[in-house]
Protein backbone atom coordinates (compact mmCIF):
# COMPACT_ATOMS: atom_id res chain seq x y z
CA UNK A 1 0.00 0.00 0.00
CA UNK A 2 1.31 3.72 -1.18
CA UNK A 3 1.85 5.72 2.24
CA UNK A 4 3.21 9.69 1.38
CA UNK A 5 4.72 11.95 3.73
CA UNK A 6 5.25 15.37 4.10
CA UNK A 7 7.84 16.99 6.07
CA UNK A 8 7.56 19.19 7.96
CA UNK A 9 4.14 19.71 8.84
CA UNK A 10 4.20 23.28 9.18
CA UNK A 11 6.85 25.59 8.19
CA UNK A 12 6.98 29.74 9.02
CA UNK A 13 9.61 31.65 7.18
CA UNK A 14 10.43 35.04 6.60
CA UNK A 15 9.62 36.76 3.11
CA UNK A 16 11.79 37.05 0.67
CA UNK A 17 13.70 33.45 2.00
CA UNK A 18 13.98 30.48 -0.17
CA UNK A 19 12.50 26.81 0.83
CA UNK A 20 12.24 23.59 0.16
CA UNK A 21 9.39 21.32 0.66
CA UNK A 22 9.63 17.39 1.03
CA UNK A 23 7.53 14.89 0.12
CA UNK A 24 8.58 10.54 0.00
CA UNK A 25 6.82 7.88 -0.59
CA UNK A 26 7.27 4.36 0.10
CA UNK A 27 5.92 2.62 -3.40
CA UNK A 28 8.63 3.94 -6.24
CA UNK A 29 6.08 1.95 -8.64
CA UNK A 30 4.19 5.59 -9.37
CA UNK A 31 3.43 6.98 -12.97
CA UNK A 32 3.41 10.85 -11.81
CA UNK A 33 3.54 12.96 -9.14
CA UNK A 34 1.69 16.06 -8.40
CA UNK A 35 1.67 19.32 -6.32
CA UNK A 36 -0.44 20.74 -5.42
CA UNK A 37 -1.56 24.02 -3.43
CA UNK A 38 -4.34 24.38 -0.88
CA UNK A 39 -5.77 27.58 0.56
CA UNK A 40 -7.69 26.98 3.39
CA UNK A 41 -11.31 25.98 3.21
CA UNK A 42 -10.87 25.89 -0.87
CA UNK A 43 -9.95 23.13 -3.44
CA UNK A 44 -6.85 21.95 -4.85
CA UNK A 45 -4.78 23.97 -7.46
CA UNK A 46 -2.75 22.10 -9.32
CA UNK A 47 0.89 23.61 -9.20
CA UNK A 48 3.50 21.37 -11.08
CA UNK A 49 3.40 17.63 -12.59
CA UNK A 50 5.82 15.34 -13.15
CA UNK A 51 5.86 12.10 -14.94
CA UNK A 52 8.30 9.29 -13.34
CA UNK A 53 10.28 9.27 -16.69
CA UNK A 54 11.53 12.94 -15.58
CA UNK A 55 13.27 14.54 -12.66
CA UNK A 56 12.25 18.42 -12.61
CA UNK A 57 9.78 20.34 -13.68
CA UNK A 58 9.80 24.45 -13.35
CA UNK A 59 7.04 27.17 -12.90
CA UNK A 60 7.55 30.86 -12.47
CA UNK A 61 9.30 30.52 -8.66
CA UNK A 62 8.63 26.79 -8.17
CA UNK A 63 10.65 23.81 -9.39
CA UNK A 64 9.62 20.54 -8.25
CA UNK A 65 12.15 17.27 -8.67
CA UNK A 66 11.75 13.46 -8.40
CA UNK A 67 14.11 10.61 -7.69
CA UNK A 68 11.62 7.64 -8.32
CA UNK A 69 14.64 5.22 -6.94
CA UNK A 70 15.00 6.98 -3.11
CA UNK A 71 11.15 7.72 -3.08
CA UNK A 72 11.70 11.63 -3.01
CA UNK A 73 10.25 14.78 -4.37
CA UNK A 74 10.92 18.16 -3.51
CA UNK A 75 9.38 21.47 -4.17
CA UNK A 76 11.55 24.45 -3.95
CA UNK A 77 9.99 28.06 -3.67
CA UNK A 78 11.90 31.02 -4.65
CA UNK A 79 11.65 34.50 -2.99
CA UNK A 80 8.28 33.57 -1.20
CA UNK A 81 5.99 35.75 -0.91
CA UNK A 82 2.86 36.56 1.48
CA UNK A 83 0.82 35.09 -0.97
CA UNK A 84 2.27 31.70 -1.48
CA UNK A 85 1.03 30.91 2.44
CA UNK A 86 -1.29 27.98 1.88
CA UNK A 87 -0.77 24.14 2.70
CA UNK A 88 1.44 22.58 -0.38
CA UNK A 89 0.30 19.14 -0.82
CA UNK A 90 2.41 15.88 -2.73
CA UNK A 91 0.34 12.88 -4.12
CA UNK A 92 1.55 10.21 -6.34
CA UNK A 93 -0.40 8.40 -8.66
CA UNK A 94 0.31 4.57 -8.89
CA UNK A 95 1.66 3.16 -12.43
CA UNK A 96 -1.73 1.44 -14.23
CA UNK A 97 -3.98 1.05 -17.46
CA UNK A 98 -5.93 3.64 -18.41
CA UNK A 99 -8.51 5.46 -16.34
CA UNK A 100 -6.34 4.88 -13.49
CA UNK A 101 -6.07 7.92 -11.97
CA UNK A 102 -5.85 7.64 -8.42
CA UNK A 103 -3.99 9.84 -6.00
CA UNK A 104 -2.51 9.48 -3.02
CA UNK A 105 -1.88 12.21 -0.75
CA UNK A 106 0.19 13.28 2.00
CA UNK A 107 -0.89 15.60 4.42
CA UNK A 108 0.31 18.50 3.21
CA UNK A 109 2.83 21.35 4.79
CA UNK A 110 1.31 24.33 6.18
CA UNK A 111 3.20 27.45 4.82
CA UNK A 112 3.71 30.64 6.49
CA UNK A 113 5.43 33.31 4.89
CA UNK A 114 5.77 36.54 7.34
CA UNK A 115 6.09 40.07 6.01
CA UNK B 1 -12.08 26.26 -20.66
CA UNK B 2 -14.37 25.54 -17.95
CA UNK B 3 -12.82 24.37 -14.88
CA UNK B 4 -14.43 21.86 -12.58
CA UNK B 5 -17.37 22.98 -10.84
CA UNK B 6 -18.77 21.53 -7.84
CA UNK B 7 -22.46 22.30 -5.70
CA UNK B 8 -23.69 22.86 -3.45
CA UNK B 9 -20.29 24.32 -1.45
CA UNK B 10 -21.74 24.06 1.59
CA UNK B 11 -24.71 21.35 3.23
CA UNK B 12 -25.52 20.57 6.76
CA UNK B 13 -27.62 17.52 7.36
CA UNK B 14 -28.33 15.21 10.19
CA UNK B 15 -27.82 11.61 11.17
CA UNK B 16 -29.18 8.98 9.20
CA UNK B 17 -29.99 11.33 6.16
CA UNK B 18 -28.49 11.21 2.71
CA UNK B 19 -26.97 13.83 0.27
CA UNK B 20 -26.17 14.45 -3.33
CA UNK B 21 -23.42 16.16 -4.42
CA UNK B 22 -22.53 17.28 -7.97
CA UNK B 23 -19.83 17.95 -10.51
CA UNK B 24 -19.12 19.23 -13.72
CA UNK B 25 -15.77 18.30 -15.44
CA UNK B 26 -13.47 20.30 -16.83
CA UNK B 27 -14.48 20.61 -20.52
CA UNK B 28 -12.99 18.06 -22.49
CA UNK B 29 -12.73 15.90 -19.83
CA UNK B 30 -14.24 11.92 -19.74
CA UNK B 31 -12.75 11.03 -16.43
CA UNK B 32 -13.82 11.72 -13.02
CA UNK B 33 -12.96 11.03 -9.89
CA UNK B 34 -14.05 12.39 -5.68
CA UNK B 35 -12.26 12.40 -2.98
CA UNK B 36 -12.94 12.79 0.91
CA UNK B 37 -11.03 15.36 2.92
CA UNK B 38 -11.58 15.65 6.18
CA UNK B 39 -10.26 18.17 8.57
CA UNK B 40 -6.01 18.53 8.89
CA UNK B 41 -5.45 15.16 6.68
CA UNK B 42 -5.01 14.73 2.86
CA UNK B 43 -7.84 14.20 0.41
CA UNK B 44 -8.77 10.46 0.45
CA UNK B 45 -9.67 8.33 -2.60
CA UNK B 46 -13.53 7.57 -2.65
CA UNK B 47 -13.86 6.26 -6.43
CA UNK B 48 -13.49 7.13 -10.38
CA UNK B 49 -15.61 7.24 -13.12
CA UNK B 50 -14.62 6.87 -16.87
CA UNK B 51 -17.70 6.27 -19.75
CA UNK B 52 -20.49 5.80 -17.13
CA UNK B 53 -19.00 3.04 -14.59
CA UNK B 54 -17.09 3.40 -11.35
CA UNK B 55 -13.87 1.50 -12.58
CA UNK B 56 -11.64 2.41 -9.34
CA UNK B 57 -12.84 2.27 -5.71
CA UNK B 58 -11.24 3.34 -2.57
CA UNK B 59 -11.27 1.92 1.13
CA UNK B 60 -15.36 3.93 1.42
CA UNK B 61 -18.65 1.24 1.82
CA UNK B 62 -20.85 0.52 -0.43
CA UNK B 63 -23.42 3.94 0.47
CA UNK B 64 -20.97 5.87 -1.15
CA UNK B 65 -22.46 5.76 -4.20
CA UNK B 66 -22.33 7.01 -7.98
CA UNK B 67 -22.69 8.23 -11.30
CA UNK B 68 -21.38 9.70 -14.43
CA UNK B 69 -23.69 11.10 -17.02
CA UNK B 70 -22.87 11.22 -20.74
CA UNK B 71 -21.95 14.61 -20.38
CA UNK B 72 -19.35 13.23 -18.01
CA UNK B 73 -20.65 15.05 -15.23
CA UNK B 74 -20.72 13.28 -12.45
CA UNK B 75 -23.04 13.20 -8.68
CA UNK B 76 -21.82 11.28 -5.02
CA UNK B 77 -24.37 10.17 -2.99
CA UNK B 78 -24.28 9.29 0.61
CA UNK B 79 -26.75 7.20 2.41
CA UNK B 80 -27.48 7.03 6.50
CA UNK B 81 -24.86 10.09 6.95
CA UNK B 82 -22.60 9.33 10.12
CA UNK B 83 -20.72 12.07 11.85
CA UNK B 84 -17.59 11.03 10.70
CA UNK B 85 -18.65 11.94 6.97
CA UNK B 86 -18.65 15.97 7.52
CA UNK B 87 -15.92 16.80 5.40
CA UNK B 88 -14.40 18.16 2.12
CA UNK B 89 -15.63 16.43 -0.95
CA UNK B 90 -13.73 17.14 -3.81
CA UNK B 91 -14.03 16.33 -7.19
CA UNK B 92 -11.35 15.97 -9.88
CA UNK B 93 -11.52 15.84 -13.64
CA UNK B 94 -8.78 14.33 -16.23
CA UNK B 95 -8.33 12.14 -19.18
CA UNK B 96 -9.98 13.58 -22.26
CA UNK B 97 -10.68 13.12 -25.88
CA UNK B 98 -8.52 14.58 -28.53
CA UNK B 99 -5.47 16.06 -26.49
CA UNK B 100 -2.60 14.63 -25.09
CA UNK B 101 -3.20 13.21 -21.68
CA UNK B 102 -0.89 13.74 -19.32
CA UNK B 103 -2.64 12.14 -16.50
CA UNK B 104 -2.96 15.16 -14.66
CA UNK B 105 -5.82 15.86 -12.61
CA UNK B 106 -7.65 19.60 -11.63
CA UNK B 107 -9.71 19.85 -8.82
CA UNK B 108 -13.18 22.04 -8.21
CA UNK B 109 -13.46 24.12 -4.95
CA UNK B 110 -15.14 21.37 -3.16
CA UNK B 111 -18.50 20.49 -1.47
CA UNK B 112 -18.43 21.02 2.82
CA UNK B 113 -20.64 18.82 4.15
CA UNK B 114 -21.19 19.09 8.38
CA UNK B 115 -23.18 16.54 9.51
CA UNK B 116 -25.08 16.70 13.27
Known amino acids: KQEVTQIPAALSVPEGENLVLNCSFTDSAIYNLQWFRQDPGKGLTSLLLIQSSQREQTSGRLNASLDKSSGRSTLYIAASQPGDSATYLC??????????????FGKGTKLSVIP | ETGVTQSPTHLIKTRGQQVTLRCSSQ?????VSWYQQALGQGPQFIFQ???????GRGNFPPRFSGLQFPNYSSELNVNALELDDSALYLC???????????????FGEGSRLTVL
Open chain 1, 91 to 104: AVRRTGGAGSYQLT
Open chain 2, 92 to 106: ASSGGTGRPNTGELF
Open chain 2, 49 to 55: YYREEEN
Open chain 2, 27 to 31: SGHNT
